[in-house]
């Protein structure tokens, strides 16, 4: 049944000529003005940069309000309404002001920068920050150390160290106290800063018989539904872990038999997110439905899945999708950075 | 045979005198400097160089091994990248290739994908359906979506109306030699529909790269931008040689609209002057009018240009007869006496000449060779057709305008207009690249049954491959030697017969894989392909370099993930060494976590069986000691029974754990091991010794007195737990 008139989603590819590590949106300050943090990577001159770029709402293009210099290249990105912290390749995490940074007129700087021996060994593969939380910066890396850097001076303490007998990929508050951790075999961590020491609830990735086993790339966790935590992988994986039933995940998308739904990917899915924009159907909603999701994939897909139903496509690239970010003020916009030294904005009907 | 051995024949050929193969000229020896950038502090004692990626040198720099343990923070070397020569053409950079590389892997890979499908269904004879496009029209369509990522060079006509004294129209981008021989390609080799206004459209690729086609002589186009620039200081603009000069070149070239416009430049226009000109002016408009009128065989024409266009060949005839009657008309009016301006008169006179076709006129009108038979088609041949007569009249004009240093276009042009297709792609090759050979192969064989051949037959001087292969191999690694592209290179790598599987899994092994992130894209390849071997192997090396960087969790999940047994039953056999041992802290953790790691799956169950009942029999033993807890040593001796019943547990890790034991055997509390386990673990002791007189026995790492220890302590334990039972 062709409805005419229904507003198309408009999709913009804007070229870059650099790799795009990663994107994100950033709190409006005016409502007229949309802006992104960008690290890029320029393989010409082997230099990484993180920029700040306006969004021309009417011609969908991209101007630089400031950049800086990184020390390596950038591992994790995220952004707050108040800050936006980026870790790199080397071990060193940088918190900026989000509201400086998109002031032209102002030093685009990092506020706090936390590194060293002592923080990290390598690569910090996650790092959040908790709109409204206790101010402190969730960090994990390959190396197996989880720290907190506090905002407000940089310093850091550690919460566990793994000594490489883990490694960890992703991080997600959950709640002021606690964060979720996400690692190889399908593994997720529940920390509770109240019970120091270890996590306080493990998912040891035994999602089914026979499933090759992956690796978690980000993890989503709901303010309104603090006990289940999203989780995406390898192999199409996105599966609801949730504390109360610690034993059972709910399996989203992935390569399994038994999935009704023919999975809109089958290779690594490399953000998950909760998608405020699309409104769940009501008829069998109750509230142990799952929020509908999205994500993105390695072979370009960007995609939204609501439980129970057929997942949806927004995006099929000819390359991979590497990381998304759902703009929260104005959720029907999604900006994604592409394998091909571009970045996509899809705006939503 | 020239030049296999120095001077071994009279009429050697001189390249042989230095016995090489291929002459090479003394200019190479010319030494380039590359700064290194490794700021690290001497003194420096190694450095070592290999090959990176591409054409890149990776050079390790290694400081003096660290004598004084209070520098520490300063790395002790590091390897940097010296990227060699410079980078192609300066015409189209890295960053905008890379953007042709990415954007042309889609229409690649459909027209790929369309050529199998169409090849099976020929093999089953089914008919294509009626409903089936011609193969030439699916490669106009990639033709088409290739050609977009080159640029667009249409001008903007906007400026030609809001500004009058910009004649020339400004072009949106500067306009790219690949296009434009893109184009060409296209023009003659795919588009079935354009063959019969092939001059025409030859004049339309002119007009857009008309500024290309020379490297050293003006072209019409450069005359006129230069024309251009001075026209704002022209008083009188007629009285100006070049003005008509120029006017005559344009119209050669059919760029009419700028003809037109150049004339409407013209001072009898001027308001206060139309009075006195009015004949002259009179003049000028019927040549304008004319020129605007002139018929065309062609479908349709741009919006902004002008003329009249007839798409069948008899009306366009009779429109060319009454037009070229009505130009002998004008040229024989009595209005020219009554033009009293000269240069005028003769400039007009000279516009009408062309029309009419005059061959020297239209000589001495244009610059270069192009220009000269662009203006055959339009004044002379309007009907020429066929690549013979069209190759036959190019000779011509090439002779009359002969560069001794013809542009790669050109070239290509030549090699398109003599049908000679090895020159076409050795042209294609040389002068625009990797990339533009592997991909106008497929418009090269679009509609010819002999470059099809040429282009697929297997050769032997090639090792076996075709043409095509050679060219796809060639431009795929090129990809490969990019950090960005190699992603790439394995969708022409697959379309390749015979090399290309082969080559892909070179490429696959020889990728990074440090980081998860590249390593996972790397084996996404390997799933798309089929892979499977290639995968477990990278996930080995990765496993391997993660273990030696001390992230043992990520090494042990990426050998399990890739099933290596080997590996894994080493670690684990490492595992072994500490039983018996005393670990303590951190190591005991370190020990701990990975009997946890290891899991208890595959092969290696039996002998991990052990080693978790160790682990917990060890584990609830340090509990008793540190806390002296009587529950944990409960725990403890029930561990110790299951370890030595359970029949998995290797003979030669009996002594160690009884020696463990001792402590539980001597517990201050009374006795914690009743008569039965008693006798049951001194049998154990007795079985060991008699193992123990066998040739092939491996002795435990133990003090020596240890096995009398432990015999002694079995025995005080079996005495009171006598008096204890009693």
Not at chain 1, 163 to 168: D, E, I, P
Not at chain 2, 195 to 217: C, G, H, K, M
Not at chain 2, 420 to 436: D, H, I, P, Q
Request: charged share 20%.
């Amino acid at each position: 049944m062709a409805v005419i008139g229904i507003p198309q989603t408009q999709i913009h590819r804007l070229s870059q000529s650099k790799y795009v590590d990663s994107i994100r949106w950033l709190p409006s300050v005016s409502p007229l003005q949309q802006s992104a943090i960008v690290a890029f990577f320029d393989t010409d001159a082997d230099s990484p940069s993180l920029e700040v770029h306006s969004l021309d709402q009417e011609s969908k293009t991209l101007d630089l309000i400031s950049s800086w210099v990184p020390p390596s290249r950038i591992s994790s990105l995220k952004c707050t309404q108040a800050f936006a912290v980026a870790s790199t390749i080397s071990g060193s995490l940088h918190v900026f002001s989000a509201t400086e940074a998109q002031d032209p007129s102002s030093a685009f700087r990092s506020v706090v920068a936390a590194d060293g021996k002592g923080f990290h060994v390598g690569r910090i593969a996650g790092v959040d920050l908790m709109d409204g939380g206790s101010n402190e910066c969730v960090s994990v890396g390959e190396d197996g150390r989880v720290n907190l850097v506090r905002v407000l001076d940089g310093s850091y303490r550690k919460v566990f160290d793994g000594n490489g007998l883990v490694s960890y990929t992703a991080v997600k508050w959950a709640s002021p106290t606690e964060f979720v951790t996400g690692g190889c075999g399908f593994g997720l961590q529940w920390w509770d800063l109240r019970r120091p020491g270890s996590a306080v609830a493990q998912f040891k990735g035994n999602l089914e018989k026979g499933r090759t086993s992956g690796i978690i790339h980000s993890i989503d966790v709901h303010p309104s539904r603090k006990h289940t935590c999203l989780a995406g992988g390898s192999a199409g994986t996105v599966f609801a872990w949730d504390l109360r039933y610690q034993h059972q995940p709910i399996i989203l998308s992935g390569t399994s038999n038994d999935t009704a739904a023919q999975p809109l990917s089958e290779s690594e899915v490399w953000e998950v997110q909760y998608d405020s924009y699309t409104k769940s159907s009501m008829n069998n909603f109750s509230s142990s439905k799952l929020l509908p999701a999205m994500f993105c994939s390695e072979d370009g897909i960007l995609g939204v899945i609501d439980q129970g139903e057929e997942p949806t496509e927004l995006l099929a690239e000819p390359c991979a999708i590497n990381s998304f970010d759902i703009d929260r003020q104005n959720p029907s916009e999604v900006i994604c950075s592409l394998e091909w030294e571009s970045i996509a904005i899809v705006s939503r009907p | 045979m020239p030049g296999l051995a120095p001077g071994d024949s009279a009429g050697g050929v001189p390249d042989s005198v230095n016995g090489t193969l291929v002459p090479y000229s003394s200019d190479s020896h010319v030494s380039a400097i590359y700064p290194l950038r490794h700021g690290l502090n001497p003194p420096i004692s190694r450095v070592s160089v290999s090959w990176g990626r591409g054409n890149s040198l990776r050079v390790s720099v290694f400081r003096q091994p660290d004598s004084d343990p209070k520098s520490d923070g300063e790395a002790g070397g590091k390897v940097v990248e010296v990227t060699l020569g410079k980078s192609r053409d300066g015409e189209i950079s890295d960053a905008q290739w890379r953007k042709i590389a990415y954007g042309s892997v889609s229409p690649f890979a459909l027209l790929q994908s369309r050529k199998n499908s169409t090849a099976s269904l020929s093999r089953m004879q089914l008919s294509p359906s009626p409903y089936h496009l011609e193969w030439w029209e699916y490669v106009m369509e990639y033709s088409k979506d290739i050609g977009s990522l080159l640029g667009d060079p249409k001008t903007a006509l906007a400026t030609l109306i809001e500004d009058p004294n910009e004649v020339f129209p400004k072009k949106v981008e500067e306009p790219s030699s690949l296009k434009a021989a893109w184009e060409l390609m296209e023009m003659f080799y795919v588009d079935k529909l354009s063959q019969a206004w092939l001059p025409e459209r030859l004049v339309d690729w002119l007009a857009d790269y008309n500024s290309l086609i020379s490297i050293d002589l003006p072209t019409v186009h450069s005359k006129l931008v230069e024309f251009q620039n001075q026209i704002v200081t022209l008083q009188v603009i007629e009285d100006d040689p070049r003005y008509w000069d120029l006017i005559s070149s344009a119209l050669a070239v059919g760029w009419l609209e700028i003809v037109v416009k150049l004339l409407r430049l013209h001072g009898s226009y001027r308001l206060d002057q139309l009075g006195r000109r009015e004949t002259e002016n009179g003049l000028v408009e019927a040549v304008a009018v004319l020129i605007s009128k002139m018929p065309r065989m062609r479908p349709a024409i741009d919006a902004g240009k002008i003329g009249e266009c007839f798409k069948a060949k008899p009306d366009f005839v009779k429109a060319w007869e009454r037009w070229r009657a009505q130009i002998t008309k004008l040229d024989s009016s009595a209005f020219w006496i009554q033009c009293d301006h000269r240069q005028t008169r003769e400039g007009l006179k000279n516009m009408l000449q062309i029309m009419l076709g005059n061959v020297d006129v239209l000589c001495s009108s244009t610059c270069h060779w192009m220009e000269l038979y662009i203006s055959h088609f339009l004044y002379i041949r309007p009907f020429t057709a066929g690549l013979e007569s069209m190759y036959s009249l190019a000779q011509k004009c090439f002779r009359l305008k002969h560069t001794s240093n013809p542009h790669k276009l050109m070239r290509l042009m030549i090699g398109i207009l003599g049908e000679n297709n090895e020159v076409v792609l050795a042209e294609c090759s040389r002068g625009f690249g990797t990339w533009m050979v592997a991909h106008a192969i497929e418009l090269l064989t679009a509609g010819s049954n002999e470059a099809d051949i040429l282009v697929h037959e297997e050769r032997e001087d090639l090792g076996g491959i075709s043409l095509e292969e050679l060219h796809r191999l060639v431009y795929a690694q090129l990809l490969s030697s990019h950090l960005l592209t190699w992603q790439i290179a394995p969708i022409y790598l697959t379309s390749c017969m015979r090399q290309g599987m082969g080559l892909l899994e070179i490429l696959l092994l020889k990728q990074p894989v440090q980081e998860n992130q590249m390593l996972l894209k790397n084996l996404e390849i390997c799933r798309l392909y089929e892979l499977d071997g290639i995968s477990s192997h990278l996930m080995e090396i990765s496993g391997m370099y993660h273990w030696k960087h001390g992230r043992k969790g990520c090494a042990v999940f990426w050998l399990q993930q890739a099933h290596d047994e080997v590996r894994l039953s080493g670690i684990a056999s490492q595992l072994f060494d500490s039983v018996g041992k005393s670990i303590s802290g951190e190591s005991f953790k370190q020990w701990e976590g990975l009997i946890e790691l290891l899991g208890s799956e595959g092969q290696l169950a039996g002998g991990l069986d052990f080693l978790h009942k160790y682990r917990d029999f060890k584990k609830c033993l340090q509990h008793a000691e540190s806390r002296k807890d009587a529950d944990a040593a409960r725990q403890a001796v029930e561990s110790l029974m299951s370890l030595m019943r359970n029949a998995s547990t290797p003979q030669r890790f009996w002594l160690p754990i009884l020696y463990d034991a001792v402590k539980l055997l001597s517990w201050d509390e009374g006795p914690l091991i009743n008569v039965g386990q008693t006798n049951l673990l001194l049998n154990k002791l007795q079985e060991l010794s008699v193992a123990r007189l066998r040739p092939d026995f491996v002795e435990a790492e133990l003090p020596t007195q240890a096995l009398n220890h432990v015999r002694y302590s079995l025995a005080t334990n079996l005495g009171r737990a006598i008096l204890g039972e009693l």
